[in-house]
């Protein structure tokens, strides 16, 4: 399931095997995290807000655009998202551990959350 892509690991499937995946991630999480330690605590408040991202996209499969309410939802999740990444990702990359490329990441939700309702 997992691949190495250009050096970061990285899920080898289609979109649509994927798609729901971090809801489910983030209860197996719960159940095994450490809730002492704050990256433990970040991870899970990152898959949290994944799988809001993906509740709210999956919940209007059908629109070009978000409704407003709807679309400030979506941009407060993606943005939460892109600041417990980086946390998460400078986390690991001060101790030499570069595990996934959140500067891309950050940037396609954060150009997703500016389109939102445009």
């Known amino acids: 399931m997992f691949e190495d892509s ?6 080898k499937g289609k979109a ?7 809801a489910p ?6 159940d095994f995290m450490d ?9 899970k408040m990152l898959l949290d807000q994944a799988a809001l991202i993906e509740e709210l996209l999956g919940a209007h499969p059908a629109e070009l655009v978000l409704p407003p309410g709807v679309g400030q939802q979506f941009a407060k999740a993606c943005f939460r998202y892109n600041q417990l ?3 998460v990702g400078s986390w690991h ?9 959140y500067t891309i990441k950050n940037h396609t939700c954060a150009t997703l959350a ?4 445009t």
């Open 35 to 43: 809730p002492a330690l704050q990256l433990h605590r970040q991870i």
């Open 114 to 117: 500016c389109w939102r309702t």
């Open 25 to 30: 991630m983030s209860l197996v999480w719960q």
């Open 6 to 11: 250009d050096h970061f690991p990285s899920l």
């Open 93 to 101: 990359h001060e101790r030499g551990l570069v595990v996934f490329n």
């Open 85 to 87: 990444l980086t946390a």
């Open 16 to 22: 649509a095997e994927m798609r729901w995946l971090a």
